[in-house]
């Protein structure tokens, strides 16, 4: 039995292998492979694309999949150990994560961080304690990282791009009116890195660069492929010479839990919006986003509508990338 927590655990091949036979399910949608068998999807925050396309998926596989929200259609679960359960949660992970490993084949998770501390969040324990008590695969629906929004990201790019080895990757903040997790920033740096980019991080101030075990994970995929990692506060030339532009927002980490100091510093920076200037900088590079995207302030118009965006194409990439996720797990 094998999970899929984070790509990290995965080797390129490994990856590779999965976004092949993506591209295998997307031109023959329906299959049979999956027939009779069954997963839960536990959300724990709201959804669109990752509930439609693992819904939708797991019925094009032949499965069923049961959607539960703990703490409304579900009991409140408790994920710490020898607590005396006597506030809201009802059931506690080990007998959730048990009992739904009989009835189901897969579990699949989504449960954003806290946002109070980061020393905690960053353990990742939600969906850490369903994979230490489950007997069945799981599969990571987005916490603090979201792989399944890489293998889409990876999928539109050899699309868009071709081969990726050597190629610049830039992974570029962008304003938001509040924080917001950091998960897609830490998934597209180390896909980058791990798929031969050489990749660099564009962020206002060093405050807001990421966690240290994606960056050193990137820096070691980086330097493994003869690439660079590089860290940028410079927008001209963090731009100049780009095959890619990936946008995303998140909040600083030294300032996760007390964001109102943050705040000031976010606000300055509302000039880090991807726009036609700065992709005029790149040769012809690519832009993206995982989605949901705000308009007028993360990217314009211009360049959202633009042939030059795959936006579109990477959010329908997840539904063919966690097909063959599923299948691939649960064959």
Not at 158 to 185: C, E, M, S
Not at 241 to 260: H, I, M
Request: aromatic share 8%; proline share 5%; charged share 25%.
């Amino acid at each position: 039995m094998r999970h899929f927590l984070s790509t990290l655990d995965w080797s390129r091949a490994e990856l590779q292998a999965l976004l092949d036979d993506a591209r295998a399910l997307k031109r023959h949608p329906h299959t049979a492979d999956l027939a009779g068998k069954g997963i839960a999807l536990v959300f724990f925050n709201p959804s669109l694309r990752t509930r439609t396309s693992f819904e939708l998926g797991a019925h094009q596989l032949g499965m069923k999949a049961i959607v539960l929200e703990p703490g409304k259609g579900a009991w409140p679960i408790e994920f710490d150990d020898e607590v005396v359960m006597d506030g809201e949660p009802e059931e506690h992970i080990r007998e959730v994560a048990q009992v739904l490993s009989r009835y189901v084949d897969a579990i699949a998770v989504r449960a954003f961080p806290k946002f109070v501390d980061w020393s905690v969040d960053r353990q990742d324990k939600v969906i850490q304690a369903f994979a230490r008590f489950a007997t069945v695969p799981v599969i990571n629906m987005e916490t603090i990282t979201h792989p399944c929004q890489e293998l889409a990201l990876m999928m539109a790019l050899q699309q868009r791009v071709g081969p990726t080895d050597g190629k610049k990757f830039v992974l570029t903040w962008t304003y938001h009116p509040k924080p917001l997790n950091t998960a897609v920033a830490n998934s597209a740096l180390v896909i980058a890195a791990k798929f031969g980019f050489d990749v660099t991080l564009l962020c206002p101030t060093k405050a807001y660069v990421l966690d240290e075990r994606y960056m050193q994970a990137a820096q070691g995929y980086c330097a493994a492929q003869g690439r660079a990692l590089s860290v940028s506060h410079d927008i001209d030339s963090a731009y100049k010479g780009a095959d890619v532009v990936y946008a995303k927002s998140w909040g600083a980490l030294p300032y996760f839990g007390n964001w109102a100091p943050e705040k000031p510093i976010r606000d300055a920076h509302k000039h880090f919006i991807v726009d036609e200037r700065k992709m005029d900088l790149t040769p012809h590079a690519v832009f993206s986003h995982c989605l949901p995207v705000r308009r007028g302030v993360k990217v314009t118009d211009g360049v959202l509508d633009s042939p030059r965006s795959i936006h579109i194409e990477e959010a329908e990439n997840r539904l063919h990338v966690q097909k063959a996720l599923m299948r691939s797990l649960l064959r």
